[in-house]
Protein backbone atom coordinates (compact mmCIF):
# COMPACT_ATOMS: atom_id res chain seq x y z
CA UNK A 1 0.00 0.00 0.00
CA UNK A 2 0.86 3.83 -1.25
CA UNK A 3 0.09 5.53 2.64
CA UNK A 4 0.64 9.26 1.76
CA UNK A 5 0.13 12.39 4.64
CA UNK A 6 1.00 12.64 7.98
CA UNK A 7 -2.30 11.65 9.57
CA UNK A 8 -2.50 8.47 7.40
CA UNK A 9 0.87 7.31 8.38
CA UNK A 10 -0.06 7.62 12.31
CA UNK A 11 -2.78 5.45 11.59
CA UNK A 12 -0.90 2.84 9.92
CA UNK A 13 2.07 2.94 12.81
CA UNK A 14 -1.50 2.87 15.40
CA UNK A 15 -1.79 -0.30 13.11
CA UNK A 16 0.63 -2.17 13.56
CA UNK A 17 1.08 -2.86 9.87
CA UNK A 18 4.38 -4.31 8.99
CA UNK A 19 6.20 -1.17 7.49
CA UNK A 20 8.27 -1.78 4.34
CA UNK A 21 9.57 1.59 3.72
CA UNK A 22 9.90 4.89 5.10
CA UNK A 23 10.40 8.17 2.95
CA UNK A 24 10.35 11.68 4.04
CA UNK A 25 11.89 14.80 3.36
CA UNK A 26 14.51 16.60 4.95
CA UNK A 27 12.23 19.34 5.57
CA UNK A 28 9.82 17.56 7.21
CA UNK A 29 12.06 16.13 9.96
CA UNK A 30 12.73 19.73 10.87
CA UNK A 31 8.55 20.44 12.52
CA UNK A 32 8.26 18.80 15.96
CA UNK A 33 5.12 16.75 15.72
CA UNK A 34 6.29 14.75 12.41
CA UNK A 35 9.64 14.41 13.96
CA UNK A 36 8.07 12.17 16.80
CA UNK A 37 6.28 10.43 13.93
CA UNK A 38 9.68 9.75 11.95
CA UNK A 39 11.52 8.78 15.00
CA UNK A 40 9.05 5.93 15.63
CA UNK A 41 8.76 4.72 11.91
CA UNK A 42 12.31 4.36 11.34
CA UNK A 43 12.13 2.21 14.20
CA UNK A 44 9.62 -0.52 12.61
CA UNK A 45 10.60 0.08 8.81
CA UNK A 46 12.69 -2.23 6.72
CA UNK A 47 13.85 0.34 4.70
CA UNK A 48 14.43 4.30 5.15
CA UNK A 49 15.15 7.40 3.17
CA UNK A 50 15.63 11.36 3.76
CA UNK A 51 15.29 13.04 0.68
CA UNK A 52 14.54 16.49 -0.96
CA UNK A 53 10.75 17.63 -1.10
CA UNK A 54 10.87 18.14 -5.17
CA UNK A 55 11.84 14.31 -5.16
CA UNK A 56 9.02 13.47 -2.86
CA UNK A 57 6.44 15.20 -4.70
CA UNK A 58 7.54 14.01 -8.01
CA UNK A 59 5.99 10.30 -6.64
CA UNK A 60 3.27 11.93 -4.61
CA UNK A 61 -0.49 11.40 -5.53
CA UNK A 62 -1.78 14.37 -4.08
CA UNK A 63 -1.85 18.24 -5.53
CA UNK A 64 -0.23 19.20 -2.00
CA UNK A 65 2.04 16.27 -0.68
CA UNK A 66 2.79 16.56 3.00
CA UNK A 67 6.41 15.31 3.09
CA UNK A 68 6.01 11.86 4.31
CA UNK A 69 5.19 7.95 2.39
CA UNK A 70 5.20 4.60 4.22
CA UNK A 71 4.74 1.52 1.60
CA UNK A 72 3.17 -0.67 3.91
CA UNK A 73 1.85 -4.49 3.91
CA UNK A 74 -1.94 -4.68 3.38
CA UNK A 75 -4.08 -6.05 6.47
CA UNK A 76 -4.72 -10.18 5.73
CA UNK A 77 -8.18 -9.50 3.76
CA UNK A 78 -9.06 -12.98 2.16
CA UNK A 79 -12.59 -14.62 2.68
CA UNK A 80 -11.65 -16.98 5.56
CA UNK A 81 -10.08 -14.76 8.15
CA UNK A 82 -12.66 -12.24 7.04
CA UNK A 83 -15.52 -14.90 7.89
CA UNK A 84 -13.53 -15.94 11.13
CA UNK A 85 -14.65 -12.34 12.47
CA UNK A 86 -17.76 -12.34 11.83
CA UNK A 87 -19.45 -13.87 14.91
CA UNK A 88 -23.16 -13.43 16.48
CA UNK A 89 -25.32 -10.60 14.99
CA UNK A 90 -22.86 -9.03 12.58
CA UNK A 91 -23.60 -5.87 10.46
CA UNK A 92 -21.77 -5.70 7.17
CA UNK A 93 -21.53 -3.73 4.06
CA UNK A 94 -21.38 -5.08 0.63
CA UNK A 95 -19.67 -2.74 -2.15
CA UNK A 96 -20.97 -4.03 -5.38
CA UNK A 97 -19.96 -2.37 -8.74
CA UNK A 98 -18.38 0.89 -6.57
CA UNK A 99 -15.55 2.09 -8.63
CA UNK A 100 -14.90 5.47 -7.53
CA UNK A 101 -11.80 4.81 -5.01
CA UNK A 102 -13.16 8.34 -3.45
CA UNK A 103 -16.75 6.91 -2.75
CA UNK A 104 -15.23 3.50 -1.40
CA UNK A 105 -12.80 4.78 1.18
CA UNK A 106 -15.63 7.33 2.48
CA UNK A 107 -18.12 3.96 2.65
CA UNK A 108 -15.11 2.22 5.18
CA UNK A 109 -15.01 5.65 7.28
CA UNK A 110 -18.88 5.51 7.60
CA UNK A 111 -19.18 1.95 8.11
CA UNK A 112 -16.40 2.15 10.99
CA UNK A 113 -18.20 5.19 12.61
CA UNK A 114 -21.35 3.65 12.29
CA UNK A 115 -20.08 0.33 13.94
CA UNK A 116 -20.29 -2.04 11.26
CA UNK A 117 -18.44 -5.07 11.64
CA UNK A 118 -16.82 -5.63 8.16
CA UNK A 119 -16.82 -4.77 4.68
CA UNK A 120 -16.96 -7.11 1.38
CA UNK A 121 -15.97 -5.29 -1.77
CA UNK A 122 -17.18 -7.38 -4.40
CA UNK A 123 -14.91 -8.49 -7.73
CA UNK A 124 -16.17 -5.51 -9.63
CA UNK A 125 -15.59 -2.79 -6.87
CA UNK A 126 -12.72 -0.40 -6.81
CA UNK A 127 -9.54 -1.38 -4.72
CA UNK A 128 -10.12 -0.17 -0.87
CA UNK A 129 -5.95 -0.16 -0.45
CA UNK A 130 -5.56 2.03 -3.65
CA UNK A 131 -4.23 5.22 -2.83
CA UNK A 132 -7.27 7.31 -3.67
CA UNK A 133 -9.21 5.17 -1.18
CA UNK A 134 -7.19 4.88 1.88
CA UNK A 135 -7.12 8.50 1.91
CA UNK A 136 -10.60 8.77 2.06
CA UNK A 137 -11.06 5.90 4.22
CA UNK A 138 -8.70 7.48 6.87
CA UNK A 139 -7.16 4.87 8.44
CA UNK A 140 -10.60 2.85 8.34
CA UNK A 141 -9.12 0.04 6.11
CA UNK A 142 -6.36 -0.86 8.29
CA UNK A 143 -9.08 -1.61 11.02
CA UNK A 144 -12.46 -3.16 9.64
CA UNK A 145 -12.16 -6.62 8.53
CA UNK A 146 -11.97 -6.86 4.75
CA UNK A 147 -12.87 -9.48 2.08
CA UNK A 148 -11.34 -8.51 -1.15
CA UNK A 149 -12.64 -9.62 -4.36
CA UNK A 150 -15.64 -12.13 -3.68
CA UNK A 151 -18.17 -12.85 -6.11
CA UNK A 152 -21.36 -10.93 -5.51
CA UNK A 153 -23.48 -14.50 -5.92
CA UNK A 154 -21.37 -16.05 -3.36
CA UNK A 155 -21.36 -13.25 -0.99
CA UNK A 156 -25.55 -13.28 -1.50
CA UNK A 157 -26.10 -17.00 -0.90
CA UNK A 158 -23.34 -16.69 2.48
CA UNK A 159 -25.30 -14.19 3.80
CA UNK A 160 -28.85 -16.21 3.28
CA UNK A 161 -26.85 -19.32 4.68
CA UNK A 162 -25.97 -18.18 7.65
CA UNK A 163 -29.45 -16.11 8.30
CA UNK A 164 -27.42 -12.66 7.79
CA UNK A 165 -30.60 -10.41 5.94
CA UNK A 166 -29.47 -8.77 2.90
CA UNK A 167 -30.95 -4.88 2.57
CA UNK A 168 -30.54 -3.08 -0.36
CA UNK A 169 -31.37 0.79 -1.04
CA UNK A 170 -33.64 2.19 -3.98
CA UNK A 171 -36.08 4.59 -4.81
CA UNK A 172 -38.31 2.46 -5.96
CA UNK A 173 -38.65 0.93 -2.09
CA UNK A 174 -41.54 0.12 -0.63
CA UNK A 175 -40.62 0.61 3.07
CA UNK A 176 -39.04 4.01 4.24
CA UNK A 177 -34.94 2.86 5.89
CA UNK A 178 -36.44 3.41 9.07
CA UNK A 179 -39.17 1.04 8.64
CA UNK A 180 -37.62 -2.13 8.76
CA UNK A 181 -35.45 -4.19 11.36
CA UNK A 182 -32.12 -3.69 11.53
CA UNK A 183 -31.22 -5.41 14.68
CA UNK A 184 -30.39 -9.11 13.62
CA UNK A 185 -27.66 -9.87 11.41
CA UNK A 186 -27.47 -7.51 8.52
CA UNK A 187 -25.66 -6.92 5.26
CA UNK A 188 -26.27 -3.58 3.81
CA UNK A 189 -25.60 -3.91 -0.10
CA UNK A 190 -24.62 -0.52 -2.15
CA UNK A 191 -23.96 -0.60 -5.75
CA UNK A 192 -23.05 1.11 -8.72
CA UNK A 193 -23.05 4.83 -8.45
CA UNK A 194 -24.53 6.07 -11.75
CA UNK A 195 -26.81 2.79 -12.36
CA UNK A 196 -27.43 1.31 -8.92
CA UNK A 197 -28.42 -2.21 -8.31
CA UNK A 198 -29.83 -4.43 -11.15
CA UNK A 199 -33.36 -5.39 -10.93
CA UNK A 200 -32.35 -8.79 -10.54
CA UNK A 201 -30.07 -7.62 -7.86
CA UNK A 202 -33.06 -6.08 -5.93
CA UNK A 203 -34.99 -9.16 -6.50
CA UNK A 204 -32.47 -11.02 -4.44
CA UNK A 205 -32.44 -9.37 -1.85
CA UNK A 206 -34.54 -9.68 1.56
CA UNK A 207 -35.23 -6.09 1.58
CA UNK A 208 -35.44 -3.07 -0.69
CA UNK A 209 -35.79 0.15 1.23
CA UNK A 210 -36.14 3.69 -0.05
CA UNK A 211 -33.70 6.95 1.93
CA UNK A 212 -37.25 9.63 1.73
CA UNK A 213 -35.98 13.09 0.04
CA UNK A 214 -37.27 16.30 -0.32
CA UNK A 215 -37.44 18.36 -3.07
CA UNK A 216 -36.50 17.47 -6.89
CA UNK A 217 -33.33 15.43 -6.01
CA UNK A 218 -33.74 12.15 -7.36
CA UNK A 219 -30.63 10.17 -5.21
CA UNK A 220 -27.62 10.43 -3.14
CA UNK A 221 -24.27 10.13 -3.33
CA UNK A 222 -23.25 5.97 -2.62
CA UNK A 223 -21.37 7.19 0.25
CA UNK A 224 -23.76 9.68 1.57
CA UNK A 225 -26.38 7.40 1.66
CA UNK A 226 -24.23 4.68 3.16
CA UNK A 227 -24.18 6.41 6.26
CA UNK A 228 -27.77 7.18 6.71
CA UNK A 229 -28.85 3.63 6.58
CA UNK A 230 -25.76 2.55 8.39
CA UNK A 231 -26.95 4.98 11.34
CA UNK A 232 -30.55 4.12 11.38
CA UNK A 233 -29.18 0.57 11.51
CA UNK A 234 -26.81 1.21 14.64
CA UNK A 235 -29.61 3.60 16.13
CA UNK A 236 -31.83 0.35 16.28
CA UNK A 237 -29.21 -1.79 17.57
CA UNK A 238 -28.17 0.60 20.29
CA UNK A 239 -31.71 0.94 21.35
CA UNK A 240 -32.28 -2.65 21.99
CA UNK A 241 -29.02 -2.92 24.04
Known amino acids: ?11 ALASGLNLEAVIYSEELKRKERPARLIELLEGGATNVASVSEKLLASISYTKTPQGIVVLASRPINDEKTFKAKQTGSPLLVIMHGINNPVNVGAIL ?18 DPFSAKALRGAMGSA ?85 GILLYEANRQLERKQ
Open 1 to 11: MFVEGLRLCEE
Open 109 to 126: RVAEAAGATGVIATETTA
Open 142 to 226: FRLPIWLGAKYSDVVLWCKDRGTRTVCADVRGAKAHTDIDWRGACALIVGPESTGLSSEELAGADEVVRIPMKGSVESLNVAVAA
